[in-house]
């Protein structure tokens, strides 16, 4: 990297990697023998849900819907598409007399007999779809061959029309097209306008503003679901990064570069596409020749040729990034290997750097956090651009569509107002859903005293240690739970080693939890005090950064949560909500995927252990990398089974899970193959155990939103906690339900998407909404409510903690304590 030199704006090449002196697929690293054996069901089955989905015939509407609560009037971000009468998509096969074997020219007999389709069509190559049905079921048209002047007879064949539930994904392909129209440049799924960008000149950030859609068959009919949203881009590309690695440690620049960039996701503004960085080509460069039509190329050359584009440095690595596409007629997906040039790769997103900036997050929320009367704005203008531009509004005319540019609106409802119960008495927890200043005063609902325990601090460090002590003998009195001096250990120097040595030399079997007082956020010193005391020496830990410490004006709330902390991962509980549901175990589970560094995922499973749902069993399982289903399921569901027996003398009758992280296209794969591990784990127990099982599926990122309305004045707010709703926005096919559980007070609230695919206890819509709501204030890390239920966000604790930082079996003595927090 040493003639490292600042390029300019360039081109990326796309290709099967067969190049003569760069890497060909068969080079790329296989999987051992050892892996392939372990590939199970679940993969085939997680293989087929990734293949384009086949037509399927949907059974009746499912309409569950609750009735406690309070009315609430909605606006959603939901905007009605009519659909003409006697229009749809309307499937027909095209045979050619004689053959016709290029595409092009098919294509060009096609559009010389447009004006005998009555309305929009669209050809495939093999299948044509028209706006409108033809007269007769068999109809024959005749056209000229374009190269050779012949006369081509054209037999069209009515084959079936789409039901609305299979036409959603062509109507979704319409809206791409709109878009195009609109001028509006596509990211992932966003759809962006560059020249509205918004310009942070002191961080080299832009910000540019756009919509997301979707249109899907709802309850109340096609809709199409429109959100705004935003694009973070950097104005330094991966080669300033690159430059900037090699200056500053040369001799593990290759290591440094992949530690950096390997997971980022970068931009190719010439045709504004992103990628994320798999690997990076320390051997390969611009200079490197790959198969490009018939002949050798480099990528310098390709670069000068097809846009007129020199690139600069020509011993810059490469970037390497795979993606699987589907393969025409199979449904195997082929892996496809894209090369980039760091001189043309735009850094996306944010470096942890500046997210830990307070002054450069709150520069770009002032363009990102949008006001839901904002939001409402934006969408209407958005729906009033289509239909004023003539092109928009006649393609969606010709597929017989009317898109309607007033948000639908619709009665909600929201949820009583949580009692939260401590040790001296029951308070609410208001409209906020906020009980922070009772959970300061109050006495917590089950305690233990910490009579052993360590305290670990650096020599220089010692002022904050002496004031940590004095403030936890005076604030822990009201919390009920009485602290002893601990044993204090001062290390002579700051070493992640020597953190990881009193853990080895000074814990006993009487040790109840170890604190450390650290100088600074680090993720090695941090990761090997969690990976010993989690796996090798069992204990529960607690990290305190003296920067938190310092802060004078918020010391006793400070102080009050780490001792709230301490507590939960010794076995106490803090506080709980009246459930009345005996018999019934809870579960959550969720999975973590650590991208940059290809390491395994971790599937974390959290189950309640008692009829109040304070207490928990905690236990993590490895598993292949990016792997969403999880195989641990069955021992981990198993083990906590029998850890609730132990303590209730009986097994669950009914289980409740909270599968958190599955997208649409896993649904069904969780239902088929999750909910066969359960069974297992059943079996495992006891061979006539059969609990009545509901499992419920979590969805977080989604493009849903909706307002509460005041009609008084005709303002827009964010709805309030609890609210629900259950009809005309939810799925046609499936017993859905959208819950907002938390307060925000910044910007617009998502509800969180709850989908019930199996309910063998029956209960009532009511029952879940509120059961989902009430579980939302049992984390004992926030005193409120939080977006999911506390055992799914415990899961995610759990699992982040050890896929980030332990990377190992956590010890089963730890598994019935919160030792995660």
């Not at 023998?33 to 089955?45: H, L, N, Q």
């Not at 970037?319 to 195997?332: A, C, F, I, P």
Request: hydrophobic content about 35%.
């Amino acid at each position: 990297m040493s003639n490292l030199s600042i390029g300019s704006r360039g081109r990326f090449v796309q290709h099967m990697m067969s190049m003569k002196k760069s890497l060909t697929p068969s080079e790329l690293p296989k999987p051992s023998a050892e892996v392939a054996a372990s590939t199970s069901k679940a993969a085939s089955i997680e293989a087929t849900a990734q293949q384009p989905p086949e037509a399927t015939v949907p059974t009746e509407p499912v309409i569950r819907t609750g009735e406690s609560g309070t009315p609430v009037m909605l606006a959603t971000n939901f905007m009605k598409l009519k659909r003409r009468e006697g229009c749809g998509v309307f499937l027909y096969t095209v045979d050619f007399e004689p053959m016709v074997d290029s595409r092009a020219a098919r294509h060009n007999c096609i559009e010389q007999n447009a004006k005998n389709f009555g309305g929009s069509h669209t050809y495939s190559g093999n299948m044509m779809m028209l706006s409108r049905q033809l007269k007769a079921p068999v109809t024959t048209y005749t056209a000229r061959h374009p190269h050779e002047g012949t006369e081509v007879r054209l037999e069209v064949t009515f084959r079936g029309e789409k039901r609305l539930s299979e036409s959603t994904w062509f109507y979704n392909n319409l809206f791409k097209r709109l878009m195009h129209i609109l001028q509006l440049t596509t990211i992932a799924r966003g759809n962006f306008d560059p020249s509205l960008s918004r310009i942070i000149p002191h961080q080299r950030l832009e910000v540019w503003p756009g919509f997301v859609t979707a249109v899907s068959e709802v309850e109340g009919g096609l809709m199409l679901n429109l959100d705004v949203s935003h694009r973070v881009l950097m104005q330094t590309t991966v080669y300033d990064q690159l430059k900037l690695l090699a200056n500053a440690d040369r001799g593990n620049f290759q290591d440094n570069a992949r530690k950096a960039l390997l997971g980022s996701v970068v931009l190719t503004r010439y045709n504004h596409k992103t990628y994320r960085i798999d690997e990076i080509l320390f051997d390969e460069s611009p200079s490197s020749q790959f198969a490009c039509q018939g002949r050798d190329m480099t990528y310098v050359e390709y670069y000068r040729q097809q846009y007129g584009i020199e690139i600069q440095d020509h011993r810059q690595p490469l970037l390497l990034h795979r993606q699987e596409r589907n393969e025409s007629g199979t449904r195997k997906r082929k892996e496809m290997i894209i090369c980039l040039v760091p001189e043309i790769c735009f850094m996306t997103g944010l470096t942890d750097e500046m997210r830990s900036d307070f002054k450069v997050m709150r520069e770009i929320a002032t363009y990102t956090r949008v006001q839901p009367h904002q939001r409402l704005d934006a969408m209407r203008r958005f729906c009033a651009n289509i239909n004023a531009n003539e092109d928009a509004r006649k393609l969606l005319s010709n597929w017989g569509l009317e898109l309607v540019d007033e948000s639908t609106k619709l009665v909600g409802r929201t949820l009583d107002h949580e009692q939260i119960r401590f040790a001296d008495g029951t308070v609410s927890a208001g409209p906020q859903a906020d009980f922070n200043r009772s959970a300061m005063e109050r006495r917590m609902l089950d305690t233990v005293d910490i009579v052993h325990w360590v305290l670990v601090y650096t020599q220089r460090d010692t002022r904050y240690g002496k004031m940590f002590l004095d403030n936890v003998q005076r604030f822990c009195r009201p919390t009920g739970i009485a602290i002893s001096m601990p044993q204090i250990v001062v290390l002579p120097e700051d070493r992640a080693a020597a953190y990881a040595h009193v853990l080895r030399t000074q814990i006993t079997s009487q040790t109840q939890i170890v604190v450390f007082i650290v100088p600074s956020v680090r993720e090695d010193r941090y990761s090997a005090i969690k990976r010993v005391a989690c796996s090798e020496i069992p204990v529960p830990t607690q990290v305190v950064v003296t920067r938190t410490l310092s802060n004078e004006a918020r010391n006793r709330a400070i102080i009050h949560k780490i001792i709230l902390q301490m507590n939960c991962k010794i076995g106490g509980s803090l506080w709980g909500v009246k459930i009345p549901l005996q018999g019934t175990m809870v579960c959550g589970i969720d999975t973590y995927h650590e991208t940059k560094k290809g390491n395994d995922s971790v599937a974390a499973l959290v189950a309640s252990l008692d009829s109040t749902f304070t207490r928990w069993y905690s236990r993590a399982t490895k598993q292949r990398t990016k792997e969403e289903m999880s195989n641990g399921l069955c021992a981990s569901l198993f083990m906590a089974l029998r850890a609730y027996e132990a303590r209730n003398a009986e097994l669950p009758g009914r289980i409740i899970i909270f599968r958190d992280g599955v997208s649409d296209n896993f649904m069904t794969v969780c239902e088929q193959y999750e909910i066969m591990q359960m069974q297992g784990a059943f079996a495992m127990v006891n061979p006539d155990y059969r609990p009545k099982l509901t499992y419920i599926i979590m969805q977080k990122r989604i493009l849903t939103r909706f307002f509460a309305l005041n009609q008084a004045d005709n303002t827009v707010s964010n709805p309030p906690p609890g609210t629900v709703l259950d009809h005309t926005v939810t799925r046609r096919y499936l017993y859905d339900y959208f819950l907002v559980s938390q307060t925000v007070r910044q910007g617009t609230v998502t509800p969180t998407h709850f989908v019930v695919v199996r309910d063998e206890c029956d209960f009532r819509p009511d029952i879940l909404q509120r059961l989902s709501y009430k579980l939302c204030f049992l984390y004992y890390n926030w005193p409120g409510s939080v977006r999911v239920p506390a055992c799914c966000q415990y899961a995610h604790k759990l699992a982040y903690l050890v896929g980030q930082s332990v990377k190992r079996t956590v010890d089963e003595s730890l598994c019935d304590k919160l030792f995660y927090l």
